[in-house]
Each structure stands twice: as C-alpha cells, then as structure tokens.
C-alpha cells in the first residue's frame, strides 16, 4: 500500500475535471464518506481503471478490494474496447475462471489480424 501523499498524489492526477478535492476522493475509498461531490465509489473505481496501471490501483486500494472493484459492470463503462477487454481477463484470471488462450473464438479476430498485419502500404506499389 501506498503512504497517503502518494494516494492524494494519484488521485489528485485523476481528478483534475472534477470539483472535488482528492482528500474527499481518498475519504470515500477508505469508507469514512459515501459520496465526494455526487461522486460515489463506482465511479471513483471506473475512473481508477481509465486512469491508472494496475500496479498503482492495488497500491492506492489494495489488493482485495482492487479484485473486488473488477466487477462485469465497472468494466463495462470502460473505454476504449482494448482496456475493456483488458481487464475483462484481468477479472476473469484473478478469480479463477477460463479464459480464452486467444481472439480466435471472436468473430472478426481474422479480419481484425489480416488488417493488423497486412496494412495497405505493402499494397500501394501495386
């Protein structure tokens, strides 16, 4: 875990468009007050995940509670879809359940491979 200032550093970076102190960000998280400004924990951990690496989340929340955050529904406000799907496996390895070992169970894994690999510039001298 984290010393205070460090956690009142990182919520201080996250919260710059928010009219809310990050003390009172850090009180919610801690359970000391149910809401910051009409900001309530849920948001307070989907902007977490937006915002900062795994590593700085456990430190700021702890582990526990960093896995119980990694809810199906605080991952679905995330964006864009690669850190949705992210933390989707993130949530899916840390509580044990199977994962799928690629994108090819997918739709459009194929398509999506093909324009990864061969972009149009192997194309353009044609």
Not at 15 to 44: C, F, H, M, N
């Amino acid at each position: 875990m984290f010393t205070r200032e460090r956690k009142l550093e990182l919520l201080a970076g996250i919260v710059w468009d928010y009219d809310t102190d990050p003390e009172t960000l850090l009180a919610v998280l801690e359970g000391r007050q149910e809401k910051a400004g009409g900001v309530d924990k849920s948001a307070i951990y989907r902007r977490l995940l937006r915002a900062l690496p795994w590593q700085n989340i456990v430190g700021l929340i702890g582990a526990d509670e960093a896995i119980a955050m990694l809810t199906t529904e605080n991952i679905a406000h995330l964006w864009p879809r690669e850190l949705k799907e992210h933390y989707e496996r993130l949530r899916k390895i840390l509580r044990g359940e199977p994962v799928s070992p690629s994108e090819w169970d997918s739709p459009n894994a194929c398509a999506r491979l093909r324009q990864r690999t061969f972009s149009h510039r192997w194309y353009r001298a044609q």
